[in-house]
């Protein structure tokens, strides 16, 4: 085989190798927390769908942006508001302190490798970030 041949051997399997790897690239959807609206004292379960074909997501962590140190560690174990272990389904039933302030947060979460880094994510583009998801997180006091 010629080095022309050769050559167009390597970009196709490149190509090919490139397209299955970008299929298998890890991503989250569903996230949510329910209820939608909170009060002090409410239970929220706060949940992500991942899909992660290669088990590169080891563990899913949520932390309030405005308050950086409200940490959430999710869960796929079937335990604490988890429905059921090993679904890709990550989840976390919380209480709402009472002392809560109220108001409008986002709750920021990542997936993390086994060695507590996030998971990196090439978009289409080209530009590495970390895999994530962000959601409103409201609390509001009842009206009297």
């Known amino acids: 085989m010629n080095r022309f041949g050769m050559m167009a051997i ?8 490139g397209c299955h790897t970008f299929s298998g690239v890890p991503h989250m959807k569903n996230a949510l927390i ?16 991942v ?27 079937g335990a604490s508001g988890d429905k059921k272990a090993k679904d ?11 002392q809560a302030p109220p108001g409008e ?5 990542t997936a993390l490798r086994s060695d507590g880094t996030p ?13 994530k998801e962000s959601l409103p997180l409201v609390i509001r006091y009842e009206q009297e």
Not at 54 to 76: A, C, K
Not at 119 to 131: F, H, Q
């Open 10 to 17: 390597l970009i196709a399997a490149l190509f090919l190798a």
């Open 34 to 49: 329910t209820p939608e609206e909170l009060k002090p004292g409410d239970t929220a379960l706060i949940s992500v769908q």
């Open 51 to 77: 899909k992660d074909r290669h088990d590169i997501v080891r563990r899913v962590q949520g932390v309030v942006v405005e308050e950086p140190r409200i940490v959430f560690n999710l869960r796929d174990d």
């Open 88 to 98: 890709g389904v990550w989840s976390l039933a919380v209480q709402v302190p009472f």
């Open 105 to 109: 947060y986002l709750l920021e979460l």
């Open 119 to 131: 998971v990196p994510i090439r978009d289409k583009r080209g530009n590495v970030s970390p895999l």
